[in-house]
């Protein structure tokens, strides 16, 4: 089945550097979304970009999209000791076009995962 | 005021037993979901319902079974549990019918078959 790839697998920078994590999927898209899991919790929604969108932007996040090449990208800036966590993308490929009008999500797939470390 | 909240937070079992975990959402979602997570942190999706109605079984074997008696509530019944069952699963729910929004995500039950 469809499986988004986050790429690096790991990354530690030092507290206030920039955090740019990429995600690749494999088949066309109706929106990619960005999810947060610290340790041992649940995943934290932080961000959707919907596939006729390049670029959004929330709080110290930033993200882009490009459909062409299959690929996404997550920019956290000015990182925080809190930002330390697991960080997935999530494609929707969806059943929008089948039986179900106006429904999606019905099957977000994740990616690999990067693991964030910022060192204080 | 818990979102989403699965229970137990921890299930530890013999193989072979049979183990429910429960799941409500008061968001007023008409959608939930379940995934499993492996070890090497992989989600993958096992079930999804909308107003009640199974609309996704991720090739998930049939000792899986999922129970929405209401689309407050999806619960997941294992039987004859197997190690490799050994997991954590999270329950999720969604406004499906909004159309792509985001899922709420439980804080996971880590189950261990011993």
């Known amino acids: 089945s469809q499986q988004g790839e986050e790429d690096p697998q790991a990354l530690s920078i030092q507290e206030g550097e920039n955090a740019t994590m990429n995600c690749s999927y494999k088949t066309s898209i109706n929106n990619l979304q960005w999810y947060r899991q610290n340790s041992g919790r649940g995943l934290v929604h932080l961000i959707l970009?919907?596939?006729?969108?390049r670029e959004k932007h929330s709080g110290r996040l930033r993200v882009t999209l490009d459909t062409s090449k299959k690929s996404s990208s997550l920019l956290i800036t000015a990182s925080r000791a809190a930002d330390t966590a697991s960080y997935f993308c999530a494609t929707d490929h969806g059943l929008f076009w089948k039986k179900i009008a106006n429904f999606g999500n019905e099957k977000l797939t994740f990616g690999t995962g990067t693991r964030l470390t910022i060192i204080p | 005021d818990t979102a989403v909240s699965q229970t137990p937070k921890y299930l530890v079992t013999q193989m072979g037993n049979d183990k429910s975990i429960k799941c409500e959402q008061n968001?007023?979602?008409?959608?939930m979901y379940w995934y499993k997570q492996d070890s090497k942190k992989f989600l993958k999706i096992m079930f999804s319902y909308n107003n009640k109605e199974l609309i996704i079984n991720e090739t998930v074997p049939n000792r899986f079974s999922p129970k929405s008696p209401d689309k407050a509530h999806l619960n997941l019944h294992i039987n004859s549990l197997e190690l490799g069952d050994s997991a954590v699963y999270f329950c999720?729910?969604?406004?499906?019918?909004?159309?792509?929004?985001?899922?709420?995500f439980g804080q996971g039950t880590r189950l261990t078959v011993v």
């Open positions: 999720a729910s969604s406004q499906g019918s909004k159309g792509w929004t985001e899922a709420f």
């Open positions: 970009i919907r596939s006729n969108e």
């Open positions: 968001l007023g979602h008409d959608t």
